[in-house]
């Protein structure tokens, strides 16, 4: 069981170089109790909802020993909310969590979707380190979206149980290093998203859409 450290919102939208214009990565601390709900936590704004945001990425949560990982490679804290998350965890492993798995935080409960996938915006967000994207690609330590399948209030404090787990074994990070590992991973991706396209065909989980494309790619390629 891990534990809630900070809850993030927006501080303000910021001027982005991408296609959208402005990006709401600029998350911060706030004090109390939030309600999730099913586009995320209330007040909070996701301006690129194609990319990241609409239900299946509501919620993103990195985890404080993840974070740690990266102070010496930026040479800096990295500080609740940086990397753009709402939930900073302790004691949970975030980028280990199975895809479909359901945690209950507060009075609501989430589920685990998909790995998130670095991009330039988050690479200027941190004042664009030499090859971030690759970097971060390559540590694996994705953290994890999640859509709210019970929306309620959570707030720093607050335990993270883990309430329930699919039998499929596939890990946000685990898929994540497989898909982005090239021809040598094919074979290893494709079994993955066999399992996972098994787990939703028997009702275990709901693939998003995100992971329906990949995981077809994958079986497809292999």
Known sequence: MGEVLAVCRVHQLLPDAGTVGVTAIDKR?????????????YADVQADRANHGGEDQAVYAYAAEDA?????ELDREVTPGLFGENLRTGGLDVSGALVGERWRIGSA??????????????????????????????????????????????????AVEVVSSPGHGVSVAGWFAAWNAGPSGFAEAARMAAALRAAADDGELRLSPDMESRTAKAVARA
């Open 109 to 158: 409960v989430l589920e685990v979707t998909q790995p998130r996938t670095p991009c330039a915006t988050f690479a200027r967000r941190l004042g664009s380190p030499p090859r971030w994207v690759r970097r971060f690609t390559e540590a694996g330590r994705t953290g994890a979206y999640l859509r709210v399948v019970e929306p309620g209030d959570l707030g720093a404090g607050d």
């Open 29 to 41: 601390p706030v004090a109390g109790r939030v309600r999730a709900g099913r586009y995320g936590l």
């Open 68 to 72: 740690a990982f990266f102070e010496p």
